[in-house]
C-alpha cells in the first residue's frame, strides 16, 4: 500500500493511525499541501478529488486508488478486521459513526486550509477573523463533542469502550489542530482525557504530524 | 422510528430517502431550523448535537436516538439489508462511500445554514458575497464529482452501477440545494444525468422538500 500524506493533513492522520492501529505497513508518498502539489496534474490523474489523503491498493493492474479518510479506514476494517475499529453490535457502530462524522463533517471541513483561504482572499475576511472563525467551529463542535461523550455510558478510556477505534483515529488529528491554533480545551475534559488516552498509545504518537518523513 | 427531520435539510433528505428505499414506514418529526428549534432544550435533550436528523429507534426503555445521516444510513444498512444501498465489493464499497463523503464532507457543511449565518454576522460578509461563497463550493465541488464519475467505469444509471444506493443519497438532497441557490450544474452532465434518474424514482420523488408535512 501507498499513501499519499501530507504531515499537517489531519484527514491523512486519521488513516495514518488506522493504518498503525491494524499493523499494516506502508510507503509515505509526501503531498505538500501549502506548495499546492495536490493540485498537480499527476496527483489529480491519481486522484480526481485532489484532496489527501489517498491509498493506493493492490498492485500492477489491479491497482486501484481510494481516497475519502473514512471511506479509507471502512475499507481497511472490512479487508483486515483485526484488531476492530468498530463495535460488533449495530447500535454501537452507529455511534462511533456518528462520533467520527461530528469531527468529519460538523468540525474539520470548515476549517480546511482551502477554505480558509477563500475566505481571505475572496471574502476580505482579516487574519484576525480567520483565526476566530477557527476557533469558533473547533471550540464549539469540540464542546458538542464533550456533551456525547460525557453523558454516555459507553464512552470508557477511548471514545466507545476501552479499546482505540474510528472516533478516535478522526478525534485526535483535531485536537493537534485545535492546539495548533490556541484553541481553548479547557471546557472539553473528557475530550482531552480520551486525547490523552490515545497519544499514551503508539499507534497514535509515531504517526503524528512531528514523526512523518515530510515533517518541517 | 420516528424521524426528527427538517423539509429543507439535504441531511434529513438523505436519510428520507433511505428509509424509502428500504420500505421502511416512519413518523415524521418537524424540526424547524430557521425558527431555532433544534436549539430547544428539549431537543438538545434528545440530540446533544442539536442537529437534524434524528432517527429514534427501539421503544419504551430501549428507545435510542442516531444521529449523522451518514452514521443512520449505515445502520439502516446493517439492520435491514434488503435492498442493498452498498455494493457487496470492499473496492466498490469505498467507491460509494468515498463519492457520499466528497459531498457529505467537501460541499455541504461550507454550506450549512450555521455557517452562512455566521459568515454574515460575524465575519461581515455581504449577501452578495455569501451567495458567491455558496455557489463556489456547490459548483467546484460538483466538478469533482463529476470528474469521478464520468471517468468510472462503474457508474451506471445511478452513481455505482443500475440501483440507487448510498451515494445516490446524499447527490440528489445536495441539487436540490444548488438549484435553490441558482447555481451553474450545466457543467456537470453525468451528475445531472443520475439526478435524473433519481427523481423518478418515488423514493426521491415523495421524500423531496416539497413533498414534507413540514413544507411551506
Redesign the interface.
Known amino acids: 500500500m501507498r499513501l499519499y500524506s501530507y504531515f499537517r493533513s489531519s484527514a491523512s492522520y486519521r488513516v495514518r493511525i488506522a493504518l498503525a492501529l491494524k499493523g499494516i505497513g506502508f510507503e509515505y508518498a509526501a503531498v505538500h499541501l501549502v506548495r499546492n502539489e495536490q493540485m498537480s496534474e499527476a496527483f489529480g490523474a491519481l486522484a ?4 489527501v489523503p489517498a491509498l493506493v ?1 493492490g498492485a500492477g493492474e489491479d491497482e ?1 486508488v ?3 479518510s ?3 479506514i ?2 481497511l476494517e ?2 483486515q478486521p483485526e484488531p476492530p475499529l468498530l463495535p460488533k453490535d ?2 454501537g ?3 462511533v ?2 462520533l ?3 469531527v ?3 468540525i ?3 476549517d480546511n486550509l482551502r ?1 480558509l483561504r ?2 481571505v482572499r ?4 482579516s487574519e484576525d ?1 480567520k483565526n ?2 477557527y476557533r ?1 467551529w473547533v471550540e464549539s463542535g469540540l464542546e ?1 463533542l464533550e ?2 461523550l460525557a ?1 454516555n455510558a459507553s464512552t470508557g478510556r477511548f471514545c466507545h469502550g476501552d479499546a482505540p477505534g474510528l472516533a478516535d483515529c478522526v478525534l485526535v488529528p483535531q485536537i493537534f489542530n485545535a492546539q495548533r491554533m490556541d484553541c481553548r480545551l479547557d471546557h472539553v475534559p473528557t475530550v482531552m482525557r480520551i486525547f490523552g488516552n490515545c497519544m499514551a498509545e503508539p499507534a497514535f504518537s509515531t504517526t503524528q504530524p512531528s514523526a512523518c518523513p515530510d515533517a518541517t
Open positions: 480526481p478529488s485532489q484532496l491498493v486501484l481510494l481516497t475519502q473514512l471511506a479509507i471502512e475499507y472490512e479487508t449495530a447500535i457502530r452507529a455511534r459513526r456518528a467520527a462524522l461530528d468529519a463533517c460538523e474539520h471541513p470548515i477554505v477563500f475566505l475572496e471574502m476580505g475576511v477573523d476566530r472563525w469558533h458538542v456533551r456525547q453523558g
